[in-house]
C-alpha cells in the first residue's frame, strides 16, 4: 500500500459528533463542577476558595470574597448558618469533621485589610429605589441597591445608624456592630430615620423600584404575600420576603434574589425573565477521600488568629476531581481536563481552513484507556482521540508525516519480513505462534528459543506467524490498511486450519481477538500449564512488575503473569498505577511519532518511584523503559535465558525482523533466503549512526541513495568538506547522503530529509 | 512582482560542483512544493542537467519548520 499526501487546498470537513453526542460526553467530566460547600451555599461563595486562601495567608483575598458576596459581610460571617458545613465531605471520614467556615471568614474579616478606593467609576441609574422598614432582608436589599447605582432612600423608624443594626441584626459583638455601621454609613443610601412607616408614606414614595419588611407589607395589604422565586409582590407592586424565616444566610440570598428582580423590574420585564441558576444547587464532584485525614475544627475561642485560621483552612481537602490528570502524563502535559480537551478537539475537526492546534493532542494521546478507568464516570479519551484521527483521515486532514514510518514499519512486517508456516510434518497445525512484531524486533532470541520450547512441549503442531497484528494502522486511524492486515492474516491463518494463536503481547492478543482472527492466549498461560522451561531461572529475585495497557480489563492475563513471575522466584513490588489503571509506557498510540517529548512523559511517568529490575509482559514497555536508563527486562528474555541487551535502533530493529525469519526458515525449514550480497560496503560514522536515529533515517534509505548513486551518477561535491553528496527520492521523503568514496565502498558522514519536493523554474 | 518572489536564497558561492558534468553549481531559481503549496526559493543548480541541491542546514532548518507549520494546516 502506497499513501499519497493529502492537499491543503482540499475544503473537507465531517462532524465529529452530533451535538448530543458531544454533550453526552462533556457531561461526564466533573473537574468543573462546584466544591459541595460551594454548591450548598445559597450565595455560591466558594468556600473551597476561601479556605485556600486562608490556608495560605491570604485573609485579605478571602475578605474580598466575602465582600464581593454580601453587602454587609460583616453581619453575614457572624451569623451565617453555614449550610456549607453540613456538605463538607469531611464529615463522612471517620473521626472527621467538618471545616469551620464561618469562623474563618469571622477571621478574614477581623485580620483582613479591607478593600479601598470605588472600583469602577458608576453612574447613577436613572429608575430609583425605596426601601422601607427595619429588617435583615431590607438592610441587604438597601446594600444590594445602592450596589447596583440606583439612587436608594431607605425609611426606618429607628434614630440612628447604629439603632437600625442592633435592631436588623442583634446578634453582632461590638466591634462588628461598628464596622457594619461604619459600612452603612459609607453607602450611598439616603437614609431617613425616624420615619413614621405607613402605607400612605409607600405608595407615595415615588420610587421606581419599592422593596418593604414583612411588617410593612403588613401595612400595605394583609393578604399581600410575593411569589417564592422572584420575591415580587404583584398586588402591591413591593419586593418583599416571604413569611419563611430563612436566618440570616436566607435574608442576604433573598436580598440577592430581590436585587435581581430589580433590575428586571427597572427595565420594564417580568421579574422572572432570564433569572439562571440560582441558590444551592447539586455538586456531581468527585473527590477523593482516601488520603483525608480526620481530626476537628481549632476551636474558635475569642476568634481565630491568622494563624488558627490557616490552620482551620488547612484541614480543607480542597475537593477536586483530578483522577484522571494524576494517573495521565498526557493531560498533564496539555494541562487540561477531558471536557475542554474534547470541546477542542471537536472544534479542531471542525476547522476548514487554518491552523488545527489540537493536532498533537490528538495524535499524541497513546489510546490507552487509562482516563476510562481512574475516571468516577469513564471518561473514555481514547475514543474521542481515535475517532478524530479517523474522522482527519477521513476529510484528508491527517498529515501524513506524523504516522508514515510507523506504518510503513508495519507494512514491512507483514511483506519482507512476514513469514507463516505450518510446523514441518504437520498440514493444519493445533496451535501458531504469534510473537508480535517488536518481540522480532527487540528480543529475537527469546522468541526463537520460545517457539523451539512451544514445538517441543506441544502436540499436535505448532506453526509461526511473524508478521504485525495491525494495532499500528489502528492507532494511526487508517482502517483501509487494518482491514487489509486483518485479512491477510485471516488468510494465514486459513491456511494453517485456524489454530489456537499463542501471543506474547497484551496487544497484539486483544487486537486479534477483537477482530475475531481466532481463539487467543497468552504465552504465559501456555507456560503456566506446561511449567516453565529447564533454562528458566528460579530465582529472579526483587523486580517492578509492570502491567500492559494493552491487558487493562483481562484480569486472567494479569493473575497469570503474576503467577508465571512468581514460579521465577521474582519480589515483586508494583507501581502506585498497576493492575488496570496501569499508564502507558509511551509506545501505545503512536504517541512517540507525533510527540516525542509527550512519549517521553508517558515513559518518566510509568517509571516514577521504580527501582530495580522493571519487568515487563509488552516489548514497547520493555524497549522504552530500557531507553530510559531503566533495568528492564520482558518476561520471554528471563524465562528463556536470553536477555536482549540495549535497545536496538530503528534500523537494527528491521533487521532483527529479517534475520529471526531467515533463521527460521534456515533451522526449521532448510530454506536459504539469504540474499545476494551488495558487492560493495557501506559504511557509518558513529555520529551519522545517531543522527540518522533521531532524524529516523534507515539504513536501508542510504542503501537506496547510494545504489541509485552508483546507477545514474548524481551527485555533487562540497569543496570546504571534501564530501560527497547525493540524493534520492523515496515515496513522499527526498533522502540526502554525505559520503567518501573509495575503492571498497562508502563511508556516511551524514544524511538528512525532507518531504517537500523541489525543482528547477 | 510576486511570481519574482524568492523565499530564501543559497548562494553556491563556488563551493559545489556536480560530479556527473563536472560544473560548478550556480545560483539559479527552483521551488519547493509540499502539500500543495509552492515556495520559490534560489538554490545551488547544476547548469547542465538541473540537480538542484537543497544543504543540511536548510534541510533541516527552514524546510523542515515550514513543513511542520503546512501539515497543521
Sequence with gaps: MDFTERSTRVYRTKQLYTKEELAARESLCVHEQPAFCAAACPLRLDARELAGHAAAGELTAARAMLERAAPFPGILAAGCEAPCRAACRLNEVPGGQAVDIPAIERAAMRHGTARTGKGLLKFKKKKTAAVFGAELFTLAVAGELAGKSYPTKFYVSEGSAEELIDKCAPFLPADIRAAETGRLGAMDIKLKFGSELTAELVRGSGADIVCVSREVLALLGPAAEPDPVTLYCGEQGVLARTGEEGGVIGAFYDARRAGVSADRLAQGMAPDTMRGEEGPVESRLYTDLSEARPGGSVPEGEGYTPEQAAAEAGRCIQCRCEECVKGCAWLRHYDKFPRIMTREIYNNVGIIMGDHMMNGAINSCALCGQCTVTCPNGYDMAEICLSARRNMVATGKMSLAVHEFALYDQIFSNTEAFLCRAEPGYENCKYVFFPGCQAGAIAPEAVHRAYADLRARLEGGVGILLGCCGLISHWAGREELFDETCAQLRAELDKLGNPTIITACPSCMKTLREAGLGECAGIWDVLLELGLPDCAPRAVGEAVLHDACGARGDAETQAAIRKLVSELGCELSEPEYTGDRSPCCGYGGLAGYAKPEVAADYTKAALEGCEGLQLTYCMGCRDRYARQGAESAHILELIYASPAGDPPGISEKRKNRLTLKQRLLRDIWKEDTHMAPRGYKIEYTPEVKELMEQRMVLESDIETVMQAYREGGEAIYEADTGLRISRYRLGNVTFWVKFTEDAEGYVIHSAYSHRMTVETR | ?73
Excluded at chain 2, 47 to 71: I, R, T, Y
Design chain 2, 1 to 73: 512582482m510576486a511570481e519574482d518572489k524568492s523565499y530564501y536564497v543559497v548562494d553556491p558561492g563556488g563551493r559545489y560542483r556536480c560530479l556527473k558534468c563536472d560544473v560548478p553549481l550556480v545560483k539559479a531559481n527552483a521551488v519547493f512544493g509540499y502539500l500543495d503549496n509552492a515556495f520559490p526559493v534560489e538554490l545551488p543548480v547544476c547548469p547542465k542537467c538541473g540537480f538542484v541541491f537543497v544543504p543540511e542546514e536548510l534541510a533541516m532548518g527552514k524546510v523542515l519548520s515550514v513543513e511542520k507549520v503546512l501539515e497543521d494546516k
